[in-house]
């Protein structure tokens, strides 16, 4: 009933940009924060950025902090996250996740990757 898709992924040269989205069915997203995770290969999954029910907190990993940007448009369901200036360690399938509010904060939802359900992720790769 309750699911998130994400798109938006693609192969693309160091120093371009993508834009992720993250699209809300069988619930409405402005009750929820909402982050993005990604998970590099050989490598744990990290927080990348997150964001509170109407935008008004963000969190950032601080290898992003600076390209990367959280938005979201409750009236589409969908959040989004930018993403510029490229580099070839962003190179992960991006996943997003939705909590409940309340009940967490930015930096505790970013901070936290263990007991979440994953979908498929979009896959982002950086390469010249």
């Known amino acids: 009933q309750l699911q998130l898709v994400e798109s938006g992924g693609g192969l693309v040269q160091p120093g371009g940009s993508l834009r992720l989205s993250c699209a809300a069915s069988?619930?409405?997203?402005?009750?929820?924060?909402i982050g993005w995770f990604r998970q590099a290969p050989g490598k744990e999954r990290e927080g990348v950025s997150c964001?509170?029910?109407?935008?008004?907190?963000?969190n950032y990993a601080d290898s992003v902090r600076g390209r990367f940007t959280i938005s979201r448009d409750n009236a589409k369901n969908t959040v989004y996250l930018q993403m510029n200036s490229l580099k070839t360690e962003d190179t992960a399938i991006y996943y997003c996740?939705?909590?409940?509010?309340?009940?967490?904060?930015?930096?505790?939802?970013?901070?936290?990757?263990?007991?979440?359900?994953w979908g498929q992720g979009t896959q982002v790769t950086v390469s010249s």
């Open positions: 069988g619930f409405n997203l402005d009750y929820y924060v």
């Open positions: 996740a939705a909590e409940p509010f309340p009940g967490i904060t930015v930096q505790a939802m970013c901070a936290r990757t263990a007991n979440r359900s």
């Open positions: 964001i509170s029910r109407f935008g008004a907190s963000t």
